[in-house]
């Protein structure tokens, strides 16, 4: 049987009238690595912070390793790694001494695994932490979150300061965290590339509301632009299942669709007397489709 490591049930969170979170549904089966994307203020920092109980819903509810989030115990939070994205070390402590007093805090901790990471992502360990450079630090916060061997990791945009070769290194430790199915990541980014390279599950914030939530594999052989040319006028407003953007101009369209469907095309070619082509997209594009400009209001599509 499967069990979900992260679970959210209509979680909506305000802050006063704001409305940031809407009716969150989510669950994150244990075993996948789960990439959370959208446009900065869709609420990716507060469904996080929600599900790690550090900010409390306003209604539904959200649990992490089975415990109800706003109540987790201290054995639970124990199997939990997080990086925040202001996370805070203390300055005036060098490297070591900031690995080894984190490392006090929990009887698990792996310095071995600790000491191979610093070493193999070349940080100083005799050098402040305040002296450290941001990308250095983050790197550090990362490896303070993986030292403790948690189940379940949340990382809130871990890799924004790092260098191209250490978001390699920086992945490569995720897919190797996750070499244990018991293992479970969720992290938010904007960079798509990464996501691709790595995720097996991708988690859409559209508005404070989940656009899309499934297999990376399924929203990329699912999700097409298609290029409609009719021999006719096409009205300024049409219809096509699952559409997430449209572009009408006099007798072209460009329509993206999420579940394309030989079906979905012949049918279209039809209606518009159009030839239509259909045009894969990365996820990057998927992403701007998906969040641009709706000339048309789409539903909520799931996988
Ligand atoms: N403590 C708070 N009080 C009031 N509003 C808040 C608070 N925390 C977040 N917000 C608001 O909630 C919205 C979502 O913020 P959040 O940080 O979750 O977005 P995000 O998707 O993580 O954005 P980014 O990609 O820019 O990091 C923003 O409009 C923000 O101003």
């Known amino acids: 049987m499967s069990t979900a490591a992260i679970q959210t049930k209509q979680l909506t969170k305000r802050f006063d009238a704001d409305s940031v979170l809407r009716g969150i549904d989510l669950t994150i089966e244990t075993g996948q690595i789960v990439g959370l994307i959208g446009t900065n203020a869709a609420g990716k920092t507060t469904l996080i912070k929600c599900l790690l109980g550090l900010l409390q819903a306003t209604s539904g509810s959200c649990s992490l390793l089975g415990e109800d989030s706003w109540n987790l115990s201290g054995k639970t939070k124990a199997r939990i790694g997080y990086v925040s994205q202001d996370f805070e070390l203390l300055p005036w402590m060098t490297v070591q ?32 932490v305040g002296a450290l450079s941001v990308g250095q630090r983050q790197k550090l916060a990362v490896i303070l979150a993986l030292g403790h061997q948690p189940e379940l990791l949340m990382l809130d945009e871990p890799v924004a300061s790092l260098d191209p070769f250490a978001r390699r290194q920086f992945l490569q430790s ?51 632009r298609l290029r409609i040319y009719s021999q006719k006028p096409l009205p300024t407003h049409f219809v096509v299942p699952g559409a997430i953007r449209y572009e009408i101009n006099g007798q072209h369209a460009l329509v993206s669709v999420v579940h394309m469907n030989d079906q979905l095309r012949d049918t279209l070619a039809q209606q518009w007397q159009a030839d239509v082509q259909v045009e894969d997209l990365n996820l990057e594009e998927i992403f701007l489709e998906w969040t641009g400009r709706l000339d048309n209001p789409a539903d909520e599509v799931m996988a």
Not at 200 to 221: C, F, M, N
Request: hydrophobic share 35%.
């Open 97 to 128: 001494s900031m690995c080894d007093y984190t490392g006090a805090f929990y009887p698990q901790w792996q310095p071995d695994r600790v000491g191979h990471l610093l070493t193999e992502w070349q940080l100083p360990r005799d050098k402040r």
């Open 174 to 224: 995720l897919v190797q965290f996750t070499e244990s199915e018991q293992n479970t990541v969720l992290f938010s980014t904007h960079i798509t590339s990464d996501l691709e390279r790595i995720a097996s599950h991708v988690a859409i914030l559209r508005d404070g509301q989940l656009a899309w939530y499934g297999p990376l594999d399924t929203l990329k052989e699912g999700c097409k």
